[in-house]
């Protein structure tokens, strides 16, 4: 995703769609989604009235998710969560395991099918009923190739 601006599509809490271009840095300010609309206009929503903004490859594809929840443990590093909206709508999804990147208006998630139309998410707080942790996945660690085990008994006189 190279460009300045990145394509999202803003589903409301009435189920209303708008589709526009956000900033990818700085794009909710004052407790608003700052939006840049296909007419050219920028517009203001209240997260409030925000279920969920999709950030997505394009806008003729839809902006529902195929998949909603992982079919296996996800191999990626992060937060395994389960967010549960306001409507009783589930979704699970990734996080980074960071807090420095979590910001008090609310949470970015990777979707379970990240080859779909749907490449990342960012869910208000305000639209959300509960958020579950269900694993950390981290990076194998590998034990340091060194010296042998001193506690180790030599056996048959090597």
């Known amino acids: 995703m190279p460009s300045t601006h990145k394509k999202v599509i803003v589903r409301k809490i009435d189920r209303d769609t708008v589709?526009?271009?956000?900033?990818?840095?700085r794009f909710v300010h004052e407790g608003k989604l700052e939006l840049l609309n296909t007419a050219g206009n920028v517009v203001a929503i209240e997260?409030?009235?925000i279920k969920c903004v999709f950030f997505v490859r394009d806008f003729a594809d839809s902006d529902s998710l195929a998949r909603k929840?992982?079919?296996?443990?996800?191999?990626?590093?992060?937060l395994w969560v389960r967010i549960k909206f306001?409507?009783?709508?589930?979704?699970?999804?990734?996080m980074p395991n960071d807090?420095?990147?979590?910001?008090?208006?609310g949470f970015l998630i990777n979707p379970?099918?990240?080859r779909s139309n749907v490449q990342r998410l960012f869910v208000p707080r305000t639209a959300l009923d509960s958020l579950t942790v269900l694993a950390v996945?981290?990076?194998a660690r590998r034990q340091p190739r060194g010296a042998a085990d001193t506690r180790q008994v030599p056996m048959f006189g090597e």
Do not use: Q
Request: aromatic share 4%; charged share 25%.
């Open 137 to 139: 996945i981290g990076a």
């Open 47 to 49: 997260l409030s009235d």
């Open 19 to 25: 589709n526009g271009y956000v900033a990818p840095s």
């Open 69 to 78: 929840t992982f079919t296996t443990r996800p191999r990626a590093e992060g």
């Open 86 to 94: 306001k409507d009783g709508e589930l979704l699970e999804g990734l």
């Open 99 to 105: 807090l420095s990147l979590t910001s008090a208006e």
């Open 112 to 114: 379970p099918d990240l």
